[in-house]
């Protein structure tokens, strides 16, 4: 089991456009159907997400949703966000699991025996 991070330059810096890099995700989509999906909008530093144009960010967010995708922004220069991105990809792999799990009976009933609530 995986989760898998999608690394989307939003200030096209990369060489290439946000249109190209969007035609890459929709090649390999495939290669990841039924896995944990963040989508990482780089260089955060250099261009916000809020700051895109009005086709952009409605491309990105339509990508989002159709792929049932997380959108973070990170920027490694500065550091932001790359906690939250390490921090959501950790909690859906944990999430996506424990549904893995759950949908086996055995499994289930063996996760809900360790299982103990205690209320003060």
């Known amino acids: 089991n995986a989760a898998i991070l999608f690394l989307l330059d939003i200030s096209e810096t990369c060489g290439y ?3 190209q890099q969007i ?3 929709q090649s390999i989509k495939p290669l990841f159907q039924a896995k944990p999906l ?3 909008l780089t260089k955060s530093d250099l261009q916000k997400f809020t700051e895109l144009g009005k086709d952009e960010r409605s491309k990105i967010e339509n990508l989002a949703r159709e792929a049932n995708a ?3 922004q990170m920027s490694n220069i ?4 790359i906690t939250d991105v390490k921090s959501k990809a950790c909690d859906i792999l944990l999430d996506h699991r424990l ?4 949908k ?3 499994k ?3 996760i809900l025996n360790r299982l103990h609530i205690a209320q003060p």
Not at 78 to 81: F, K, L, N, T
Not at 99 to 102: D, E, F, N, P
């Open 38 to 40: 963040v989508i990482v």
């Open 17 to 19: 456009t946000i249109d």
């Open 78 to 81: 500065s550091g932001d966000g």
């Open 23 to 25: 035609a890459l995700f």
């Open 108 to 110: 289930q009933e063996a």
């Open 99 to 102: 549904t893995q799990k759950a």
């Open 70 to 72: 997380y959108l973070i």
């Open 104 to 106: 086996d009976p055995k």
